[in-house]
């Protein structure tokens, strides 16, 4: 006779949302513009695209860059309504260090592989509730949007190209909220700083100016800086802000002094920041640097930023989606995440969105894994909500 575990993880492993979610593991989608030459989410997208068509839904696939899709399905109730979009995305980051990043291995109720909680879990989690949906009639009111959206681990392409072709009432973005309702997330800016000194033999210290030690001082200011935000905590759910050193070059040979080097950092924001506050912040203390020293001579820009989030606080879409999750058999907490989503780019685009998905660990680690059954909940949830929203 079998044990209940095996037979539980035999019927799980049967599951047409487990068996979607191990193809997508299996299908590398690794971002080339993280990873020069990856494959991109060409392949992905077609395997998304034949199961949202199997299920009946008209299928919309739009290239956001060479070989690199949106695919769109929408199911439509029998009568006008409310509209529902399911959204997340495709590309996975690269897999550096991992031994079998694309083999899917299943233990201990875990799915492992590259992407599977960031964020194919997710996308499985709401194809399976379109197949739960149509399997029982279908929506009897108003549109289902299901979106399966290209680079939001880069800059976002697909999101950007979706808010230009689809709107909806509500959204949901299944990124891994370990099954919590997440009505706020934390954006980022990316800062570059330059110093400059004067190029020198290193036996000639009057003549040479060192620019990577003048890098040195800006380095001071901003740990300063940033040990002063995370002591100042001025959201209830995201906490405070920060900023850390990413990336630092210079200089050319040991026996030169440096005649420049290069810095750049990421501030991390809270809703109601500016979105600039990165570059003046070390615009301030370049200002600041060059006023005790008049020699000092340093640059600073932005080449890259994405708003926080949060939502309206009068929307009904988180209590909506709790609700649902009470009839699942869930309780989820409200919270808000300190990393950025898509979910920004569709509350800019003016639909009320929330993040809502299966929990895991190893988010772009060398070993990822999303729970089994957090998977299948959320996408009972996710079925609950579609018929009480539409």
């Not at 993880?9 to 191990?22: C, G, K, N, V, Y």
């Not at 939001?152 to 999101?159: I, M």
């Not at 002094?257 to 301030?284: D, I, K, M």
Request: proline share 6%; charged share 25%; hydrophobic share 45%.
């Amino acid at each position: 006779m079998l044990h209940a575990s095996i037979i539980s993880r035999m019927s799980s492993d049967l599951d047409p949302t487990i068996l979607l979610l191990r193809d997508l593991v299996a299908i590398d989608s690794i971002n080339p513009s993280l990873v020069p030459g990856a494959r991109g989410e060409a392949d992905v997208g077609r395997r998304l695209a034949a199961e949202l068509g199997a299920l009946g839904l008209a299928v919309e696939i739009t290239e956001v860059a060479p070989g690199r899709p949106n695919v769109v399905g929408v199911l439509e109730g029998r009568r006008p309504g409310r509209s529902l979009m399911l959204c997340g995305h495709t590309d996975t980051v690269g897999v550096t260090g991992m031994s079998r990043p694309f083999d899917p291995d299943t233990r201990d109720g875990r799915l492992y592989g590259r992407g599977a909680q960031d964020m194919k879990g997710g996308v499985a989690a709401m194809v399976g509730a379109v197949r739960r949906l149509v399997e029982s009639g279908g929506l009897a009111t108003g549109r289902l949007i299901v979106a399966a959206v290209a680079d939001e681990e880069h800059a976002s392409l697909g999101a950007d190209a979706l808010v230009a072709r689809w709107r909806a009432d509500a959204a949901v973005v299944t990124e891994p909220t370990g099954l919590d309702v997440a009505v706020a997330h934390k954006g980022f800016q990316w800062v570059v700083v330059e110093t400059r000194g004067r190029a020198a033999h290193g036996s000639r210290p009057r003549e040479g100016r060192d620019a990577i030690l003048r890098m040195g001082r800006v380095l001071s200011r901003l740990e300063l800086l940033d040990a002063t935000l995370q002591r100042d905590v001025r959201h209830p759910l995201l906490g405070s802000a920060s900023l850390h050193a990413s990336t630092i070059e210079g200089g050319q040979e040991l026996s030169s002094y440096p005649a420049r080097s290069s810095l750049q950092f990421e501030r991390r924001t809270l809703p109601g920041e500016p979105s600039n506050v990165g570059l003046a912040e070390a615009t301030a203390i370049l200002e600041t640097l060059r006023e005790e020293d008049p020699e000092f001579d340093g640059a600073a820009k932005m080449i890259f930023g994405r708003e926080p989030y949060a939502i309206d606080p009068e929307s009904p879409l988180p209590d909506a989606l709790i609700r649902a999750a009470a009839v699942a058999r869930h309780v989820p907490a409200r919270v808000g995440m300190s990393f950025w989503t898509d979910a920004a780019i569709l509350g800019a685009a003016g639909i009320p969105t929330v993040l809502f998905g299966p929990g895991g660990a190893g988010l772009h680690s060398t070993e990822e894994y999303v729970l089994i059954e957090d998977v299948c909940r959320c996408r009972d949830v996710l079925v609950e909500l579609a018929r009480t929203i539409t």
